[in-house]
């Protein structure tokens, strides 16, 4: 014999389990969000670096130019590639007298910087 109650009973587990099934998606659909979230913040942060590091790159390209120009030699010749560290130097126009242009180059990140140079006579 069952007892009258038992149909009521098993229509509330199953809205319960139900619930809880939908409850536990909403939660799996809120972690992936955030994690998505984050990886972008991550892709923002290396391509910071990236642009930090091809900065000093070209400063440091500015600065041997201008060295080699200071001591009496030609400044490095336009297309002269220079590895430092996980960047590069690229020089794409270096006259004497006129102005140097480098361009720092780290992954995705690129800077230039443009002197503009005057001989001392």
Request: glycine residues 10%; without cysteine.
């Amino acid at each position: 014999m069952t007892h009258p109650r038992a149909p009521r009973n098993r229509h509330r587990r199953a809205f319960a389990v139900a619930s809880v099934v939908v409850l536990l998606m909403m939660l799996n659909i809120l972690a992936f969000g955030a994690m998505d979230g984050s990886r972008d913040d991550g892709g923002i942060a290396a391509l910071r670096v990236e642009t930090l590091r091809s900065l000093y790159a070209a400063e440091s390209g500015v600065t041997l130019a201008i060295g080699e120009m200071s001591a009496g030699r030609d400044a490095p010749a336009p297309g002269t590639r220079t590895a430092v560290g996980h960047a590069s130097i690229h020089f794409q126009s270096a006259d004497q007298s006129e102005q140097i242009f480098v361009e720092g180059r780290a992954g995705f990140g690129r800077r230039r910087i443009i002197v503009e140079t005057t001989g001392s006579d």
